[in-house]
């Protein structure tokens, strides 16, 4: 019963990412939609910007829809449009017809600049809403278009009767001159090349909308992530199936701080399947012994008999109850007895939730929807919908046909699920359910939304504020900064990231700078610490600089270890583990590099030069307790280098004589990882220990052991000890071997 019941529970979650999935794949051209961002008004510096006006459709091409074929107009060579129109887009024997636009109207030059001659596309003069999408491919003239035009640059445009509306095309090629979208609705359709303020809006909100949905959904999805842990933990492996515990465990753990810290982390560092759900399943071990009488949780211990493993962690967490020991107990309930891998597939099934709506709040089909659920619709819109405010009813039934797609590609996806997972074949009351569910979802998420709308908007406005600031533009101009390879929201979402990081790291302090006044962090700030990270040769000088000017700023020291009497806890050994080399081998030299112990030789020959050096490093104990020391010294010895300078050779731009050096090194360094990337890990300063063949080849070190203060992030202490040889050349090149040991430590609070 256990994992099939559990499975059962998280079917509703996996309805949900069915339905986004789906919907998904069936607007993924994000077509066509009421556009993302506001677009400003006409100002004093802006104009109006005509399309061209050649006509290349000279007489309007039309068709008569089958519900059986597939049917094309157009001729992209000659005529530069070609739709394509899927069997059963709409009734048979509606007429389609495509012409250039009659007398375009003008766009405003503040939203873009006009590409080439737009298109109709109609059925009559009623604007209509499509059973299927339609594909539009239209050609531009690339010789026309400004000298460094990319493709993102590029984006098509619906007119809403009023204005022309922006939304991001399935494709541009520029080499072709082509675009390519899908649409749900016909009306005129036309290229345009994005102004960079409008293309810094849109991506701006189509971010925060789906992240703000995003952080609302995790509240309600981690929820039920901590009821299926206690459901899990409580019913299925000991037994207990009254409601009044179930209830009392969930209600102490959500009224929890400790519980607000782990879903923040989760927030801040996304969903990582296994660690998620060690911690939840230890902190739900804790709150069961904290909330659950204790003769009935020892009854419930000892009863446990699902394997023989199972048997002692229960035996040995009912001594530790008797004891009087429960931090013990909750950690065998939750690290032994609980199974990490039920509620992982909770969790993983909770993560492809949340990753689904954040793209599907970035469609503009979703977003098209959403407004004419918000504000209602006449049959005047060219999206096709006719409805009254907030009537979800209306909106599904003119989803047209998605609806029916939408349903069965659910229950396809759910049977595949359960296949996989070795389940029964869903029945059809279970089938149906999951339908019906589809819609409900969608509903709800709508509701869900209309009542971010005002947060949304108001994190919008401080982003865009942040964009425009000059030196932030000039900064994003900058290729020492962002090289040339970054699209506009690869830079928008890096900047985005960076000040989040930012407020994150500074945040319930009180900032004060080196004079000592109370100071708040400002654009400029954030403009100065992103120079500061992204203007270093490497990761991690940039996460050096960044906290050395976060510190000198604001008085904020993240390199800070904190002192002993606030260190609880101990590092407990895991696992060593000796990185691979890869031995290189060519016309000029060689490159070796072996682990033999507790030593690393290093070897690289090139012509007549060799770098040899053997590093060795102190064993680090099994346990390191939080506040204590780890004392030893770091060697490095000449292993037959021979000289300390390049003697003679070929260097890679074809000069016979070089000159170099011969070098060197020996690393002993610590990293406290808590999931996510390199730049978001904790570097205790005190054990950075260096060996080098120009300076001392021996340093002793004595280094405290920190306290990760992140008792919900399961940590994990990483020692690493590095050794290379390398031969330097002055006009250019680097000849080099190298190998380390990596030990790993787990935090035991």
């Given at each position: 019963?256990?994992?099939d ?7 509703s979650i ?8 789906a919907?998904?794949?069936c607007?993924?051209?994000k077509q066509?939609?009421?556009?993302a ?5 006409p100002?004093a ?26 049917v094309t ?9 070609k739709v394509v129109?899927?069997?059963?887009t709409l ?5 389609v017809?495509v012409?250039?636009?009659e007398n ?5 030059s ?8 737009p298109v109709s596309i ?12 339609m594909t539009?491919?239209l050609k ?5 278009l400004?000298s460094?035009t ?5 984006w098509?445009?619906?007119y809403?009767?009023?204005?022309w509306q ?8 520029l080499?072709?001159?082509?675009m390519t979208f899908?649409?749900?609705?016909l009306?005129?359709f036309?290229?345009v090349?994005i102004?960079v303020?409008?293309h810094i ?5 189509s971010?925060?909308a789906?992240e703000?949905?995003?952080?609302d959904?995790?509240n ?22 009254e ?15 400790e ?7 989760m927030?801040?560092k996304?969903?990582?399947g296994?660690?998620v759900?060690?911690?939840i ?8 012994v904290?909330n659950?009488e204790?003769?009935?949780l ?5 009863r446990?008999t699902?394997?023989t493993?199972?048997v ?18 909750a950690r ?10 039920v509620?992982?597939?909770?969790v993983t099934?909770a993560s492809e939730?949340?990753n689904w709506r954040i793209?599907l709040w970035k469609?503009?089909?979703m977003e ?9 619709a006449?049959?005047d819109?060219p999206?096709?919908?006719?409805l009254a405010?907030r ?8 989803v047209?046909g998605i609806?029916?797609?939408?349903e069965?590609?659910?229950v396809?996806r ?10 029964k074949?869903?029945?059809?009351a279970?089938a ?11 509903k ?5 939304r ?5 947060q949304i908007?108001k994190?919008?406005?401080e ?10 533009r000039?900064?994003m ?6 090289d040339?390879?970054y699209t506009?929201e ?7 990231r ?10 319930g ?5 080196e004079?000592?006044k ?10 100065d ?7 270093q040769?490497?990761?991690?000088e940039g996460?050096?600089?960044y906290?050395?000017?976060l ?6 020291d ?14 407990v050994?895991?696992?060593?583990k000796?990185e ?11 490159g070796r590099?072996g682990?033999s112990g507790?030593?690393?030789t290093a070897?690289?020959?090139w ?10 490093w102190?064993?680090?104990?099994q ?10 010294t770091?060697n490095l010895?000449?292993?037959g280098s021979?000289q ?6 070929e260097?890679?731009i074809?000069?016979e ?10 690393l002993?360094?610590?990293?406290i ?8 890990w904790?570097?205790p ?6 060996a ?14 920190p306290?990760?203060?992140l008792?919900n ?8 000890a590095?050794?290379s ?8 090149g ?6 380390g040991?990596?030990?790993?430590y787990k935090?035991q609070p």
């Open positions: 019963m256990t994992e019941r559990v499975k059962v529970t998280i079917m996996l309805a949900a990412v069915v339905l986004i999935a919907l998904a794949a607007s993924s051209a066509g939609g009421t556009p961002a506001t677009k400003p008004a100002t510096t802006s104009s109006a910007m005509s399309w061209q006006s050649e006509r290349p459709i000279k007489e309007p091409l039309t068709a008569t829809v089958s519900i059986t074929q597939a107009l157009g001729d992209l060579a000659t005529q530069q449009v129109i899927p069997p059963g009734s048979a024997g509606t007429v017809t012409t250039n636009l375009p109207p003008s766009m405003d503040s939203v873009g600049i006009p590409v080439g001659s109609s059925v009559g003069d009623k604007p209509v809403r499509l059973n299927e999408l539009v491919a531009f003239d690339q010789s026309k400004p460094g990319r493709a993102e640059e590029l098509a445009a619906f809403d009767g009023t204005a922006l939304f991001r095309p399935d494709s541009v090629d080499g072709a001159g082509t899908a649409t749900d609705h009306t005129g036309g290229t090349k102004d303020e409008e809006a849109q991506i701006i909100h971010k925060v789906a703000v949905v995003q952080k959904v995790l309600n999805i981690t929820d039920q992530l901590a009821g299926q842990a206690i459901d899990h933990i409580l019913v299925d492996r000991l037994g207990m199936s409601e009044g515990w179930k209830t009392k465990v969930l209600q102490s753990l959500l009224k929890d701080d519980w607000g810290d782990i879903v923040a982390q927030k801040e996304g969903f990582d296994v660690k759900a060690e911690t399943n230890v902190f739900v071990g804790k709150k069961i904290e659950v204790e003769s009935a020892s009854g419930a211990l000892g446990v699902e394997g493993g199972l002692k962690a229960g035996s040995e967490a009912a001594a530790y109850v008797a004891e009087g020991r429960y931090a013990d107990a065998i309930i939750g690290e032994e007895i609980a199974s990490d891998t509620v992982y597939k909770a099934a939730v949340i793209e469609d503009g089909k098209a929807a959403y407004k004419a659920y918000r504000n209602g006449s049959t819109n999206n096709g919908y006719d405010p009537d979800f009813e209306a909106l599904w039934n003119q047209k609806d029916t797609r939408l069965s590609e659910a396809a759910e049977e595949t699920r359960r296949q996989q997972e070795g389940l074949p869903l029945t059809e279970e149906n359910s999951i339908r019906a569910g589809v819609k409900t979802d969608m709800k998420q709508f509701e869900d209309a009542k971010l709308d005002d908007a994190e919008e406005a982003a865009k504020k942040l964009l425009a600031y000059p030196d932030m000039r900064l101009d900058q290729t020492i900064y962002f040339s390879s506009m690869r830079k928008v979402n890096v900047i985005l960076v000040r989040d990081t930012i407020l994150h790291d500074t945040a302090k009180t900032l004060k700078n004079e000592g109370v100071v708040s962090v400002t654009s400029q700030d954030i403009v610490l992103i120079r500061a990270h992204r203007g040769a490497s990761a991690a996460v050096k600089a906290r050395a000017l510190k000198k700023k604001f008085g904020v993240l390199n800070a270890t904190p002192t002993p009497a606030a260190a609880q806890g101990t590092w050994f895991v696992e060593r000796e691979p080399f890869v031995a290189w081998e060519g016309a000029q030299g060689v590099a682990i507790r030593s690393i070897t690289v020959a012509r007549q030069n060799t770098s040899a050096w053997t590093c060795g102190p064993e680090p104990p346990q390191m307790k939080a506040g204590g020391k780890w004392s030893g770091l010895a000449d292993a021979g300390t300078a390049v003697l003679v050779g260097d890679l074809g000069k004589k070089v000159a170099g050096k011969i070098q060197g090194t020996a002993l360094t610590t990293w990882e808590t999931g996510g990337t390199p730049e978001s904790v570097r300063p005190d054990l950075n220990a260096s080098d063949a120009d300076a001392a080849r021996s340093q002793s070190f004595s280094w405290t052991v306290d990760p203060n008792p992030a399961r940590p994990q202490l990483v020692v690493t590095y050794c040889a390398s031969i330097y050349f002055d006009q250019g680097t000849e080099g071997a190298s190998a040991v990596k030990y790993t935090w």
